[in-house]
Structures are given as structure tokens and as C-alpha cells.
């Protein structure tokens, strides 16, 4: 099965709203990590939250983290078209292996 | 200055043939990755190698072969190339491994080979 699933599937705002995507998991972590990929491109590392932290900012960007209900949100304010891009949650739930999810696709419009 | 850079950035070719995806990194990590993007956008992890020691081999079949000549450099070769082995394929580095107990650092990937298989 797949671990780390992102929701919702696909976002659509308008430029200086807020974003907010979740991230799911099943069993345990040491930390999880969000990472952004713009089209065509590698993925870019965000933030890493580790197990025993429930908030970090960078930025513009604010994720949480809730142990207890084993899910991560990660909140992107005042969005801007140049946020446009598909966002993913990896853990390491699977003993060490970086497990990623499917990803959120997001769209900011001008 | 490229941190994970990896060639070709494209590659098409028969199935039946054998191809290989090259990755350097010189950002001093440790440890190097090869994941599979499909369609879908799903990323899975193929191997992974700390300092020239493979520590992740996940169900990939064996026509893929990683190999590793050096900490800075992790090549993906691929035998009998077949349809379904169409994706996009990234390379990632990180710093050095941290064992089961306490994770993985972040990542930090290669452009991708786009790899379409006729």
C-alpha cells in the first residue's frame, strides 16, 4: 500500500490566498519532509519535521505535525503564481526507506 | 556549480536495448538514490548506496543494475529495456545515512532522465 498520501489531489487558488495540503501516514516515523517539483524538474527539499516537533516555518511556509493522528499539513501563505508546482510528503514509515507520496498538485492564478 | 547533476537528460530508444543513466553529485554526501517517477507522478525508490555500499534494494527487477564507483558517483544501468521501464528517473544524495532509529537527512535531486522506451 501506499504510505505518505498527500490530499486533496489537486489545489486551484488565486494569487495572495493560502494553501493548505495534508499528508497522511500509517505507522510510526523519525521525521517527515516536505518537498516541492516544478514541472519537468527534480524535486526541491522544503522542511523536515522530526517526530518529536509539531510546528517549523520557512518563510512563507508553516508545517505541522500530529503524531497522534499521524498526518502533517503544510501551509503556504500568501501564495504566488511562482508556487505552482506539485508538492510531496516523504517518511520513513517503512523502516528507513524514504517512502513518498503521490503529491499535491497545486495552481496559483495571477 | 550543479549539486546532483545526472545525463542524458533525455534518452528514447527500442525495447530490447540496454541504456545507462549517469549521476555525479558534488556536495561531499555520503549517500546517493535512484527513484522512478511514473506517469502519476509516483515516486518509488529503487536503491540506495552509503559510501559505495548498497543499503536499499527494493523490488526492482534485475535487469536494473546500480553501480557505484566512488562516493560521488551512483550510474543506473538497465538491460533488455522494456516498455513499462518508460518513466522519468532521478538521482538524489543526502548526507550520510543515519540507521533505522533516526532516519534520513533531506534530499537533494538530479534534473531527471526521461526515459521513453519504443
Known amino acids: 500500500s501506499q504510505q505518505g498520501e498527500e490530499d486533496p489531489q489537486a489545489l486551484s487558488i488565486q494569487e495572495g490566498e493560502n494553501a493548505t495540503m495534508n499528508c497522511s501516514y500509517k505507522?510510526?516515523?523519525?521525521?517527515l519532509q516536505w518537498y516541492r517539483q516544478n514541472s519537468g524538474r527534480g524535486l526541491v527539499h522544503l522542511i523536515l519535521?522530526?517526530?518529536?516537533?509539531r510546528e517549523k516555518h520557512s518563510g512563507r511556509l508553516r508545517v505541522t505535525l500530529d503524531t497522534s493522528k499521524k498526518s502533517s499539513s503544510l501551509l503556504i501563505t500568501a501564495s504566488r503564481a511562482a508556487d505552482t508546482a506539485s508538492y510531496f510528503c516523504?517518511?520513513?514509515?517503512?523502516?528507513?526507506?524514504?517512502?513518498f507520496g503521490r503529491g499535491t498538485s497545486l495552481i496559483v492564478h495571477p | 556549480d550543479t549539486a546532483v547533476s545526472q545525463t542524458p537528460k533525455y534518452l528514447v530508444t527500442q525495447m530490447g536495448n540496454d541504456k545507462s543513466i549517469k549521476c555525479e553529485q558534488n556536495l561531499g554526501h555520503d549517500t546517493m538514490y535512484w527513484y522512478k517517477q511514473d506517469s502519476k507522478k509516483f515516486l518509488k525508490i529503487m536503491f540506495s548506496y552509503n559510501n559505495k555500499e548498497l543499503i536499499i534494494n527494493e523490488t526492482v527487477p534485475n535487469r536494473f543494475s546500480p553501480k557505484s564507483p566512488d562516493k560521488a558517483h551512483l550510474n543506473l544501468h538497465i538491460n533488455s529495456l522494456e516498455l513499462g521501464d518508460s518513466a522519468v528517473y532521478f538521482c538524489?544524495?543526502?548526507?550520510?545515512?543515519?540507521?533505522?532509529?533516526?532516519?534520513?537527512?533531506?534530499?537533494?535531486f538530479g534534473p531527471g532522465t526521461r526515459l521513453t522506451v519504443t
Open positions: 516523504a517518511t520513513d514509515e517503512e523502516s528507513y526507506i524514504p517512502t
Open positions: 519535521i522530526r517526530s518529536n516537533e
Open positions: 538524489a544524495s543526502s548526507q550520510r545515512f543515519l540507521g533505522q532509529s533516526r532516519g534520513w537527512h533531506e534530499q537533494y
Open positions: 505507522t510510526s516515523i523519525n521525521n
